[in-house]
């Protein structure tokens, strides 16, 4: 049986707006889920996902300071450091608002939106938490070494884009989980000057 639970029509126009274009985007990318180029990258994508992004993170720190890279034990620092924050960030949105993933759309014809209420998987599609892992990561490395920071940034944009046709995603959750990855890193990047700012007195 269809459920179809909008946001409500008080909602502001932009916001339902967004939603359309959502709902519309997400049922054209169930006609290409399951195809075997989309399933590879989004099985890729999996190394977004928290347990590999800290266990890179910790092998970035532990090599710097192995071989004594200090621009590498850095990276690696500020890599864990903006993670733990964009996650921080995305759990307790996660919880704020249940979402059913756009798969649940596809296969169960079924769509809710509204207080958080659930702690499963399926109504956890906003935001997206690979994405702002991914956009943290990746913004704390090119801020350390100018040279990756290209690279760096195309891994967390193709992260992010492979979420849509794999259905784990609407476009707004992966643009409400890049904000998150860029502002973790601002509020990195804040607490390192207060840190610096304290430690020259």
């Given amino acids: 049986m269809a459920e179809i639970d909008r946001l409500p029509s008080d909602a502001p126009e932009t916001l339902r707006a967004l939603e359309d274009v959502d709902i519309a985007v997400a049922q054209r990318a169930a006609d290409v889920q399951q195809q075997p180029l989309v399933r590879w990258l989004g099985q890729a994508s999996e190394m977004a996902d928290q347990p590999p992004l800290v266990a890179i993170s910790l092998a970035t720190l532990a090599a710097g300071l192995l071989l004594r890279r200090p621009t590498v034990a850095i990276a690696g620092a500020r890599m864990l450091a903006t993670h733990a924050v964009a996650t921080g960030i995305k759990a307790q949105v996660k919880r704020a608002v249940d979402r059913t993933r756009p798969y649940v759309l596809a296969e169960e014809n079924r769509y809710v939106v509204r207080k958080g209420e659930e702690n499963q998987s399926r109504f956890n599609s906003f935001p997206s938490g690979h994405t702002a892992g991914a956009v943290a990561v990746a913004q704390a490395i090119a801020r350390t070494h100018t040279p990756a920071a290209l690279p760096a940034r195309l891994w967390a944009a193709a992260i992010a884009l492979v979420q849509i046709p794999r ?26 000057r207060r840190l610096g700012a304290l430690g020259r007195r």
């Fill in 167 to 192: 259905c784990a995603h609407y476009p707004s959750d992966v643009a409400a989980g890049a904000a998150i990855g860029f502002g973790a890193d601002g509020l990195v990047r804040l607490a390192e």
